[in-house]
C-alpha cells in the first residue's frame, strides 16, 4: 500500500484514540477473535484499508469479501484476531470508513447500471465534492463502483469555470493561453453559443452545466454540424441524480459528473462482533 493512504489511516486512529483507549484498557490482555458482518446489502469498497487499520496495532485480518464484492445481510467481510485492547480500539475508524466507502460505492453502482441500460458508452465521474480530509478514499470508493475518478486535484488538469471567465473577461483568449502551455483543456459551459465557442476555440472537453435534455441534444446536434462534435468530449453536470440519469445519458453525450454520490452519502451499515 502507498505511503499517502497509510498516512492518513493513521490520522483516523489517531483522531479517534486521542491519549488511548481507556475504556479498553480496562479489559484483561488477551487475545480475541472478531468478524465484522454486512447489516444490508451493498457493495464492499475499502476493506483493504480496513485490514492496514488492524495490521498496523499488531492485528491478523482475514478478507472474506473483497472490494467490489456485493454482500447481503449477515455476511462476514473479515476475520480479525489480536488483542483485545488493539481491535476494540480499531473498531470505530474501521466501521466508519468501511460505512463510507461501501455506501458511495453502492450509490455508484446503482447509478451506473441505469445509464447502462441505455447508453453503455456513458461514462460515469465523480466530483471534487467531497468530504474534506477523505477525497482519496471518497474517489478511490468511485472507482470501486464502477466509475472514474476524474481530476483529484487542480494540478491535474485546466477546467475553465464560470468565475476563471468572469475574472478573465474572455472565454476565448483564456483557452488559447491554457492551450500554449497544457495540452488537455476542458470548459464549463451554460449555454449553447459558449458551448460552439470552446469547440472552436480547441477545448477537449467541454462540460454543460444545468443543461436540460432538450438543451444538450440541440447542443450535440450543433456541434456535428459544424464538423466539431468528434473534436471534443461532452460532460454534463448539474441537477443529475439516480431519479432522472436515464434521461441524461441517452442524449449523445460522453461523460456524466455526479455529485451526490460523494456529497449526499449514505453509509452501508456494518458491525464488529467479538466470537
Do not use: W
Not at 20 to 26: A, E
Not at 195 to 205: D, K, P, T, V
Amino acid at each position: 500500500m502507498d505511503s499517502r493512504p497509510k498516512k492518513e489511516l493513521a490520522r483516523f486512529l489517531v483522531e479517534d484514540l486521542g491519549k488511548g483507549d481507556i475504556t479498553s484498557n480496562l479489559l484483561p490482555r488477551k487475545k480475541i477473535k472478531a468478524r465484522i458482518i454486512s447489516k444490508q446489502e451493498g457493495i464492499v469498497a475499502g476493506i483493504n484499508y480496513v485490514k492496514e487499520i488492524f495490521l498496523s496495532k499488531g492485528c491478523k485480518v482475514r478478507i472474506i469479501k473483497k472490494d467490489g464484492s456485493k454482500v447481503k445481510p449477515n455476511q462476514t467481510i473479515c476475520e480479525i484476531t489480536g488483542l483485545a485492547q488493539s481491535i476494540l480500539s480499531c473498531e470505530r475508524t474501521a466501521l466508519n470508513l468501511l460505512s463510507r466507502m461501501s455506501g458511495i460505492a453502492t450509490k455508484t453502482k446503482k447509478i451506473i447500471q441505469k445509464i447502462n441500460s441505455v447508453s453503455p458508452r456513458v461514462k460515469l465521474y465523480a466530483t471534487r465534492k467531497t468530504a474534506p480530509g477523505l477525497r482519496f478514499f471518497d474517489k478511490e470508493a468511485v472507482k470501486i463502483g464502477g466509475g472514474e475518478k476524474h481530476r483529484m486535484t487542480l494540478d491535474q488538469m485546466v477546467m475553465i469555470k464560470d468565475n476563471h471567465i468572469s475574472v478573465s473577461g474572455s472565454l476565448s483568449n483564456l483557452i488559447v493561453k491554457a492551450r500554449k502551455k497544457y495540452k488537455k483543456i476542458e470548459v464549463e459551459v451554460e449555454n449553447q453559443e459558449d458551448a460552439f465557442l470552446a469547440a472552436s476555440a480547441g477545448a477537449n472537453i467541454i462540460m454543460l452545466d444545468n443543461f436540460n435534455p432538450k438543451e444538450i441534444i440541440n447542443t450535440v446536434n450543433r456541434l456535428k454540424k459544424a464538423n466539431l462534435r468528434k473534436k471534443v468530449r461532452l460532460e454534463i453536470s448539474g441537477g443529475i441524480n439516480e431519479r432522472n440519469i436515464s434521461r441524461f445519458a441517452k442524449t449523445g453525450i460522453d461523460m456524466i459528473s455526479v455529485g451526490e454520490i460523494t456529497n449526499s452519502v449514505t453509509g452501508i451499515d456494518f458491525s464488529l462482533e467479538v466470537s
